[in-house]
């Protein structure tokens, strides 16, 4: 079956940076393109980052542009997030999922950004 294990989330200092992982099994993973989602308590699910199936075009929300970037490695079934300049609003459960219809959502990691 499918499992999306995301993992890398800490407490981090405002201006730190975090590298995350999810590692992808049971489909075809090099056949979609994958996404990072961040739900923060009390909000929307939210996509923040895509990337192509080959890895070649990527995609940012506007909150996020510039600081973090998306990732992966087909041999490796495994998307990555590096996030830099974290800010405190970036404090969310992050998880990874293809950007189409959705396969069951692994557990996510919690990144939490504060002094």
């Known amino acids: 079956q499918v499992q999306l294990v995301e993992s890398g989330g800490d407490l981090v200092q405002p201006g730190g940076s975090l590298r995350l992982s999810c590692a992808a099994s049971?489909?075809?993973?090099?056949?979609?393109?994958m996404g990072w989602y961040r739900q923060a308590p009390g909000k929307e699910r939210e996509l923040v980052a895509h990337?192509?199936?080959?890895?070649?075009?990527?995609y940012y929300t506007n909150s996020v542009r510039g600081r973090f970037a998306i990732s992966r490695d087909n041999a490796k079934n495994t998307v990555y997030l590096q996030m830099n300049s974290l800010k405190p609003d970036d404090t969310a459960v992050y998880y990874c999922n293809r950007i189409t219809t959705p396969f069951p959502w692994g557990q996510g990691t919690q990144v939490t950004v504060s002094s």
């Open positions: 990337i192509g199936f080959i890895g070649r075009n990527t």
């Open positions: 049971g489909f075809t993973f090099s056949s979609y393109a």
